[in-house]
């Protein structure tokens, strides 16, 4: 099938505002056009509590906010990075999502505000992130967090950084995670592969964009080579926290999620990979959009529950 038809208009109607490429302004203009995302327009589900607090960081403060569905105690607990190329965008779009997977899952939900590149490049983000989780198990008894369900999660760059996060706690023996959320995650920046070729323009992100955004992200050569930075790099995913990966069908990056998961296949990791035809590219932030934000927000409840043993 080709993309669905609020899809089309949706991207036709972003591409009549004429907003720049984000290599074609300069990044204060870049990101303050991110404050027109149809995601600050959608209503807020009524969840029990929505706490904004602030957590010591490696090198800064580092504002999470918490949800919480219920005022159940011992719930399980995802920890969330959010997208945005490791260069843009804030909580504010993620809330209206975080809102509804806290409440349709019944788990707390903890997102983090980590530091951006090209300021801050890598590790900046990935410290902030396994900072976050860190302080989310330290804190587990006062948040009526159960330690065994921790789990950690993202889109896009986020999905990067929860890749890495989970490597990292694994290879660390920081906590042995419950789960993974990898959603649409870009994990190998040489982006050799046929989506990336496909899908390179015309599908909201861009392979140029994509590209740009690796750029700010490793200020290196020798990161690309960091399995921290670059989780396709890593030599072995064996132990890592079992892996729920969602793919848009039309996105640069839908081969990149299918290699990811099949390298964690490999390596004898639980893998679950769910692609949604005729979508794009960022649909998680498009409820009021497509209907299909809604039934990835209940898909992901569902399997990480049923990886939980729990019923949703």
């Known amino acids: 099938m080709g993309l669905k038809p609020e899809i089309a208009a949706y991207l036709a109607e972003r591409a009549a505002t004429g907003l720049p490429q984000v290599w074609q302004a300069p990044l204060a203009e870049i990101r303050e056009n991110t404050k027109l995302h149809i995601a600050l327009k959608q209503p807020l589900l009524q969840i029990d509590t929505v706490e904004h607090r602030s957590i010591t960081g490696p090198t800064s403060a580092l504002p999470i906010r918490i949800y919480r569905p219920s005022k159940e105690n011992n719930l399980p607990a995802l920890v969330f990075f959010h997208g945005g190329g490791w260069v843009l965008n804030f909580l504010d779009i993620y809330e209206p999502a975080l809102r509804k997977i806290a409440k349709n899952a ?15 490049s890598y590790p900046a983000p990935l410290d902030d992130c396994y900072a976050t989780l860190k302080w989310v198990i330290e804190n587990a008894e006062e948040l009526g967090i159960d330690l065994a ?5 993202g889109d896009s760059a986020g999905g990067n950084l929860a890749s890495s996060v989970a490597l990292k706690a694994c290879n660390e023996k920081l906590i042995s995670l419950a789960f993974q959320l990898l959603i649409y995650p870009c994990n190998d920046s040489t982006m050799n592969y046929p989506s990336a070729t496909n899908f390179s323009q015309g599908y909201g992100l861009t392979t140029q964009a994509m590209k740009w955004f690796w750029d700010q992200y490793l200020s290196k050569v020798a990161d690309k080579d960091d399995p921290y930075a670059v989780p396709a790099k890593a030599n072995s995913l064996r132990g890592v926290a079992p892996a729920i990966l969602i793919a848009a069908e039309f996105d640069p990056l839908t081969d990149d999620v299918k290699n990811y998961y099949q390298k964690l296949i490999k390596d004898s990791v639980p893998a679950i990979y769910r692609e949604f035809a005729g979508q794009i590219h960022g649909f998680f932030n498009l409820s009021g959009v497509t209907d299909d934000a809604e039934s990835l927000y209940s898909e992901i409840a ?3 529950n049923a990886i939980l043993g729990r019923r949703n």
């Open 106 to 120: 019944n788990f707390i939900v903890i997102a983090v505000e980590y530091q951006k590149a090209p300021e801050h």
């Open 149 to 153: 369900a921790i789990g950690v999660g």
């Open 302 to 304: 569902k399997e990480i």
